[in-house]
């Protein structure tokens, strides 16, 4: 079983800055990683596939890169509805999902 | 834009069994695509529970593998979940979602709140 690592667990950021999430896997999974985001009381979003391919009306200041077992999810300019949790998630025998980033307001 | 909708009970008594219903908007279920469960509580965080494709084929997290089966309704346009002999660590909101590719979860449906309770 693949064990999904994120770093940190919070950041506490001001609008406009640049985030670096971190995820790490427990072994290689190529470039097979996503990013979803998930804000209060919603469904969580895919935001990221295949470590870097934006998911559909992602808005561009959303990238991810990586490959083997460091991936980054990184937002340019934070937008006010930014502000929520993110979690990596790959599929070896099974789904699993990373504990998640907390991105919150500075 | 495919959307799927979650239904069910929101109260179920220990050792008894969660059932649920996923409706599929916008888009078939006979479509070239595998079906999923996912729940998300404080103290496990999200949590795969399986997968299904319209011919019945699936496969289940091994962990809950024992309690688990899921079926696709072709008819109405739905898959659903039972989870059978229940505790108080079965409660959790439940997502059903689709598969994109063999290796992402996207669409996920609002997702509904089951509680395990006498």
């Known amino acids: 079983e693949i064990v999904l690592t994120q770093s940190p667990a919070t950041l506490s950021l001001s609008p406009g800055a640049r985030a670096t999430l971190s995820c790490r896997a427990s072994?290689?999974?190529?470039?097979?990683l996503a990013w979803h985001q998930q804000k209060p009381g919603q469904a969580p979003r895919l935001l990221i596939y295949?470590?870097?391919h934006r998911a559909t009306g992602v808005p561009d200041r959303f990238s991810g890169s990586g490959s083997g077992t460091e991936f980054t999810l990184t937002i340019s300019s934070l937008e006010p509805e930014d502000f929520a949790i993110y979690y990596c998630?790959?599929?070896?025998?099974?789904?699993?999902f990373g504990p998640g980033t907390k991105v919150e307001i500075k | 834009q495919v959307q799927l909708q979650e239904s069910g009970p929101g109260l179920v008594k220990p050792s008894g069994t969660l059932s649920l219903t996923c409706a599929v908007f916008?888009?078939?279920?006979?479509?070239?695509?595998?079906w999923s469960w996912v729940r998300q509580s404080p103290g496990t965080g999200l949590e795969w529970i399986g997968e299904?494709?319209?011919?019945?084929?699936?496969n289940y997290n091994p962990s809950l593998k024992s309690r688990v089966t899921m079926s696709v309704d072709k008819s109405n346009n739905q898959f659903s979940l039972k989870l059978t002999s229940v505790t108080a660590a079965d409660t959790a909101v439940y997502y059903c979602?689709?598969?994109?590719?063999?290796?992402?979860?996207?669409?996920w449906g609002q997702g509904t709140l089951v509680s395990v309770s006498s």
């Open positions: 979602a689709r598969v994109l590719g063999r290796y992402y979860v996207d669409s």
């Open positions: 916008g888009g078939s279920i006979r479509s070239d695509n595998w």
């Open positions: 299904i494709y319209h011919s019945g084929n699936h």
């Open positions: 072994q290689s999974v190529s470039f097979y």
């Open positions: 295949d470590s870097s």
């Open positions: 998630q790959v599929r070896a025998d099974s789904f699993t």
